[in-house]
């Protein structure tokens, strides 16, 4: 099951900054998503009403069950591996911030705000009823009444108090990194094509979804993620094939294939030389452990 909304333009100013959300997902995961992260100023709001499963968050992992609430802000990686016999149920909001043309705020909305901004993740059980906030905003962007676009923002600014006064409760701030600015709202293209096409994604076909000559492209990816077009998907590729071994019902050349390798000689030289070991004493390593 996935339900992804994206057909609309939401946008709200909070504390002297805009907040724009890019897609909204509900989804049952049939799949574990492979570590990945997003670029500066952009923040993914996790909810998790049922379900269970691990999200591993910059190389710790935690165990994710009914009710658990997640936010993964700029640069933190993380990965999410379902439960076989129960797999987690998630609502993931991907927004972004940026500076508002109508900076005049309150004082309460800049510390809420700016308590927000600093968080760059946190984890744990969510105590202010979010899922139902979470089923409201759905049914708004799901059934277009009238009015629903200025009601979905205001649940929206709602989530933003709820996020903070969870913050509050029990805060776990990670040290922020600088990273050069991302332009318009290509970062979700890049990301995206990484997270879902690693297999088939060509430096052509990335050019084209982003509308830019493959120089411009790649100098975006140098400047932004300090990483050419190669090892971006190298790296997907691998974070895909580190949790598909995992499974020790798939063969090494099950995994070469899935990982989009043409053979499994290829996939596993190019394993060996990301890991430094080999796929089979990786998956031996991971058994032990």
């Known amino acids: 099951m996935l339900t992804r909304l994206d057909n609309f333009d939401l946008h709200f ?4 900054y805009d907040f724009h959300v890019s897609n909204i997902v509900l989804e049952q995961f049939e799949r574990s998503i492979p570590r990945h992260s997003h670029s500066k100023n952009s923040y993914e709001i996790h909810y998790i009403p049922f379900g269970y ?5 910059n190389g710790k992992d935690y165990e ?4 658990t609430l997640f936010i993964t802000g700029p640069f933190v990686e993380h990965a999410q591996i379902p439960n076989c016999q129960d797999p987690m149920c998630e609502y993931c909001i991907y927004l972004k911030l940026g500076h508002s043309s109508f900076p005049v705020s309150s004082a309460p909305e800049k510390k809420l705000t700016a308590l927000f901004k600093k968080t760059n993740f946190w984890f744990g059980q969510d105590t202010q009823d979010i899922h ?13 009444y009238t009015g ?3 009601q979905a923002e205001s649940l929206l600014k709602q989530l933003i108090i709820k996020l903070v006064r969870n913050y509050e409760n029990k805060p776990e701030i ?3 990194k600088v990273s050069p600015n991302l332009i318009d709202n290509k970062y979700l293209i890049i990301e995206e ?3 879902y096409e690693y297999r088939t994604l060509t430096l052509d076909k ?3 979804r982003l509308g830019l000559g493959i120089r411009q492209t790649e100098r975006l990816l140098k400047d932004h993620y300090g990483k050419t077009f190669l090892q971006k998907k190298t790296e997907a590729r691998m974070s895909a094939a580190s949790i598909l071994l995992q499974n020790s019902g798939l063969s090494i050349t099950q995994i070469a294939e899935d990982t989009g390798y043409s053979c499994v000689e290829h996939f596993s030289a190019s394993f060996k030389r990301y890991y430094g070991q080999s796929a089979s004493a990786y998956r031996k390593e991971l058994s032990s452990s």
């Open 13 to 16: 100013s909070l504390g002297g």
């Open 53 to 57: 499963g691990k999200a591993s968050i």
């Open 64 to 67: 994710v069950t009914p009710n």
């Open 132 to 144: 139902s906030l979470m089923k409201q905003l759905f049914f708004e962007l799901e059934h277009h």
């Open 148 to 150: 629903y676009s200025i």
């Open 174 to 176: 990670s040290t922020r």
């Open 193 to 195: 094509c990484f997270l």
């Open 206 to 208: 990335l050019s084209a």
